[in-house]
Structures are given as structure tokens and as C-alpha cells.
């Protein structure tokens, strides 16, 4: 049974910084590359990084420069730096496989709110 478990959101200030931490036990963590998903209210899940088991990186256009996605093999954890935050970036955040793969269930998520 796959698990991922999504920790390290928060209440933080525009312009301040967050350290989101994706644990993913089972098998996928070492086959597949991961994505950080984010989801704000009345909108769609999307993907805003993804990271290869390679460490090859790819980021939606609206965190480039301010997101570092980041994963450790050895501990099966994936990371994501959020640096320069802004309102818009308020949303709880979810890590999955990146694509998504059928069988995969969602974590919880960890809510992200941006606000002064």
C-alpha cells in the first residue's frame, strides 16, 4: 500500500519562506519522478515542479525563480522550497508521481496560506 505523507505548511507572510516535506513509502518513491500539486479553493489540482529519480527539474511557469524542488533517494522524501511566497500561492499542496499513476492514492495535503 503506497503512502504519502505531506508535512511543513503553514501561515507565513508575503515574501517569507517555507520547506514542504513529501514522505512516500512503497516502491514508487525509487521508479517514479514526483511532483509537487497544488490546489487553492474553486480551483484545479496542478502540478507546479516535478523531479526525475535522475534529479532532471521542471517547474510551472508562476514559481519559476521562487520554487526549489528537491528529493532524497535514500530517505524517500521529496522536498519542496517555497521562497518569495505570495498570495497567490495560498493552497494546500500535495506530492503524487508526476505523471500521476492509476493506483496512487492522494495524501492529506498541507495547507499553505500566504497572508499578512
Known amino acids: 500500500q503506497v503512502q504519502l505523507v505531506e508535512s511543513g505548511g503553514g501561515l507565513v507572510q508575503p515574501g517569507g519562506s517555507l520547506r514542504l516535506s513529501c514522505a512516500a513509502s512503497?516502491?514508487?518513491?525509487?521508479?517514479?519522478?514526483m511532483g509537487w500539486y497544488r490546489q487553492a479553493p474553486g480551483k484545479q489540482r496542478e502540478l507546479v515542479a516535478s523531479i526525475t529519480r535522475g534529479g532532471s527539474t521542471t517547474y510551472t511557469d508562476s514559481v519559476k525563480g521562487r520554487f526549489t524542488i528537491s528529493r532524497d533517494n535514500a530517505k524517500n522524501t521529496v522536498y519542496l522550497q517555497m521562497n518569495s511566497l505570495k498570495p497567490e500561492d495560498t493552497a494546500v499542496y500535495y506530492c503524487?508521481?508526476?505523471?500521476?499513476?492509476?493506483?496512487?492514492?492522494w495524501g492529506q495535503g498541507t495547507q499553505v496560506t500566504v497572508s499578512s
Open positions: 503524487n508521481t508526476a505523471p500521476l499513476r492509476v493506483g496512487v492514492k
Open positions: 512503497g516502491t514508487i518513491f525509487s521508479i517514479f519522478a
